[in-house]
Each structure stands twice: as C-alpha cells, then as structure tokens.
C-alpha cells in the first residue's frame, strides 16, 4: 500500500523496534496500518546493541540468516568490574548467549519486513479527535494512533507527559566508529566478550562492545550532573588501560531514557496506546530497552487484535495489565532501597569482584534476563 491511501486502522508513530514489531505482529490482522518516522531508513541509532537469542525468537530472526547480510556478532563471555577495580570474566557454553547488532541495521530490517506502508522523512506534527478516530499531521486518518517515538515521543507528550520534566531519567553518551587496521591493533577488547563498568557510586556503568571491526562505547548514568565528565574520565581510563584507540573520538553522543520503576506516564487514553521507550520500559539494572521494547509491542498486539475495531481505553486496558504481568509494578522497592549508600557501595565493591554474584546475578539476570522465557508471537 502507498502512503497515497491516507486512512488506517493502525497509525504507529515511531519506526523503531517497538513500532516496526507491532506492525509485523499485526500483519496478518486484516488491519490497514502505517508507520511515521521524521527520519528516512537506514538511519544513525547510536546504541551498545545486543539482543539475547530470547529476542531473535520473539521476532522470529534466524541468526545465521540475518547474518548473511547484516552484522550480527555472536557473545559468549562478559568481563565486568567495579571502575578501576578487578575484572571478571563470565565464560558460558558453546552457544552464544547473545548477539552484538548495530542498530541502523537492525531496526531498518525489522522496519522494512514489518509489511506496514512507510512515511518516511516527516515528523509528527500534532493529532486532532474525529468521529472515526484521530486525524494525524493533518491529513493521515487513523482509528488507533500508537506511540512508539522513544524517550521524547510526541504521541506521549501529546497525552500529557511531562517529557524531561519531573522524571528520573538515565541519560547516556556513547559513540559508535569503524576502526582502521592501526585502530584494531590498539584495541584489546574481545569482539565475543563486552566489558561493562560499574560506576564506583552505583548511578550507572560504562561499556565497551566490538561489533566486528566496528567499536562501541559509552556511559550512563541515573545522576547527570557533570556527565560529559564522567565520560571524557571513562574515555582516558579506557586508553591508559590499553582497552581502546588512544585516537579514538572525543565526542560522544548523548540520549536518554526512562527505567520502568521510575516511569509515570500515561499509557492509553481512547484511540491511543504507548509502546517500547516511549512507556519508559527499560530494564532497571541495564537500562536495556530493545528486549522491553519489542516485547510490549507484542503484548500490544495482542490487545488490539481481542479489541476487534473496539479502540476506547476501556477495551484496551488489558496492554497495561499484561505490562504489569511481564515486567512487575512500577515504583515497586526492594530490599536495597532502604540501604543506605555506603553500605550499599561497599557491598557492590564485594560482590562484584565475585565470580558467582557477578556470573549468576549481574550477567544471567540483569543483563541476559535468562530467567524469562521468550514470549510467543501469536
């Protein structure tokens, strides 16, 4: 379908994971559905970029033939350490417990099979209510209008949400390059084993990852107060310590996102959800969004497809509850929180220069999630 027809049932505005995904999983809805993007594909998406086998099977991708034509580095170890302190090396089976992706590849492949008609190369301008539904930019007619934007998604701020305001956000700087072949020699990171930082404070932690020849690294953190500091300090350590090129780029790019704990935006109002950054679903140990992402577009999908045409916020209330199921309440406390800093700060220095805690704790369940089985994309 061209961009020619202007009535839909499903308008996603958003052509990331999260939007592409639920227009795949809606494929075979009998639904007429678009996606807008301001930005034409491929585009620049700055990330640490890795997905689990978990999320290569929620999307049906079959590696080794996303492979053939895509970077798709497999992992099989993590090296993990407190900032300047003893590192630890998690070594896993024969099999890759997940893969390193750079997303301008990634997300246009998923956006370009997700079976949706594309507009490209227009933002979004603002919604008006009609008899049928919304009215979007004016001129797109649409029953169900999803915001599927990212952290600043307009269809969320549209709904209310205060965007950047009165959140606690994670805000992030990180640069993606090709290394030369003097570059490659300069850098000792494994291709097959990314190394991760925790921030001596616990507000976040640094990255390195090899996507082939191409190198990726970047810090976030909780508290962004002098964070182009913090970084330009993580860069130096990284080259003194022989980690990456003594040339490599100063500066970084920044972007930010919600943790679900911390996240209160609105979801659904008549005739609109909100999916993947855009609800502010990123894991809170990680920060990861890809995986949360993708999967409440395909909780989303789910929900539209039992509201057969019935779009008011009645009809889709189970997406938040399905949320809720998956990812547990938001604003939930746990033990840590009534910690005070410092003991909490030298009880990190302990653990995470242990092999099991670091293996069984911060790889398996923080950042590997091996404890939730992939859900199925019925």
Known sequence: MSADSRQFDVLIVGGGPAG???AWALRDAGLSIAILDKQTFPRDKVCAGWVTPAVLEELSVNPDEYAQSHTLQPIYAFRVSQLGKREVETRHSEQAVSYSIR???FDDFL???SGATLILGEKFKDMQKTERGWRVNGKYDARLVVGAGGHFCPVAR???AKLGQAETVVAAQ???FEMTSEQLGQ???EAAMPELFFCE???????VVRKNNFLNIGLGREDNHKLAEHVAQFRQLLIHQGKIPADTPEKFHGHAYLLYPHAKRPLLQDGVIIIGDAAGLAYPQSGEGIRPAIESALLAAQVIKAASGDYSQQALQGYTQQLEA???QREKKDLTDYLPQWFKQSLASSLLSTEWFVRKVVVDRWFLHNDQAPLTTV
């Open 201 to 207: 404070d616990l507000k976040g932690y640094g990255w």
């Open 111 to 113: 956006l370009h099979r």
């Open 326 to 328: 998956r990812f547990g």
């Open 20 to 22: 592409s995904t639920l």
């Open 174 to 176: 990180e640069i993606e």
């Open 103 to 105: 997303r301008c590849e």
């Open 158 to 160: 549209q709904m209310g």
């Open 187 to 189: 850098c000792s990171v």
